[in-house]
């Protein structure tokens, strides 16, 4: 290696050789981080992501992903439901700052409430989102609505009239989200196999309707 250059084993930040002892300390220090990251040796992942995040030469928000990571991902000593919350936390705060990113990071935020069993604030989030561009084109966010519309069609304990005929309206607001899917993204198997789902509910939630029409 000749004089004065550096070899690192992760490439990242930018593509630039680090020309100040300063930037290859930073280069090392990421180096350092993602060693751990992928021995999951967590500790120590958070206190090198805590010296770069204050380092300037570190846009620490387009590396939201590897701070989500940190707030508990994989980790078995992590509260669940704590670390839960402090990534649906962070996530709202990345869609206000990052907003180049809003996209990825709606994607992940619905994911985690899901996850978290806030299907009605993942739905809001949708509904918010996916009547403009670029959301509406994009077919894991129509296929996230329309999972948890199916979800919300599950049948309720009861035999009521309005348990009878609820389901059908989630039903229908499921078979758009996965038609839409399927037409920005023809190949999407996932969206093809929640259609034919969402066709064998729909027959079972019609003839319910017929039978409480009868009688």
């Not at 980790?75 to 704590?82: E, F, I, L, Q, S």
Request: aromatic share 8%; charged share 25%.
């Amino acid at each position: 290696m000749p004089h004065g250059e550096h070899s690192f084993l992760f490439s990242s930040l930018n593509s630039k050789r680090p020309n100040t002892a300063r930037k290859v300390h930073i280069r090392r220090l990421f180096d350092v981080l993602q060693l751990c990251i992928q021995r999951h040796d967590w500790p120590r992942a958070r206190r090198a992501w805590a010296v770069l995040v204050r380092c300037k030469e570190v846009d620490w928000k387009s590396m939201w992903r590897t701070s989500l990571l940190l707030l508990g991902e994989d980790d078995v000593d992590a509260n669940t439901a704590a670390t839960d919350s402090d990534r649906v936390s962070y996530l709202t705060v990345m869609m206000r700052q990052h907003p180049d990113e809003r996209e990825s990071i709606l994607k992940e935020l619905v994911l985690r409430l899901i996850h978290c069993g806030m299907h009605r604030r993942a739905m809001e989030e949708l509904d918010l989102y996916l009547p403009s561009y670029p959301y509406q084109d994009n077919p894991v966010l129509h296929i996230y609505a329309g999972l948890i519309a199916l979800y919300e069609a599950q049948p309720a304990p009861d035999t009521s009239e309005e348990a009878t005929y609820g389901p059908a309206n989630f039903l229908r607001n499921a078979q758009a989200h996965f038609e839409r899917a399927r037409a920005i993204d023809p190949s999407n198997v996932v969206a093809e196999a929640f259609l034919s789902q969402v066709s064998s509910r729909y027959r079972h939630v019609a003839a319910n309707c017929l039978f409480c029409v009868r009688h």
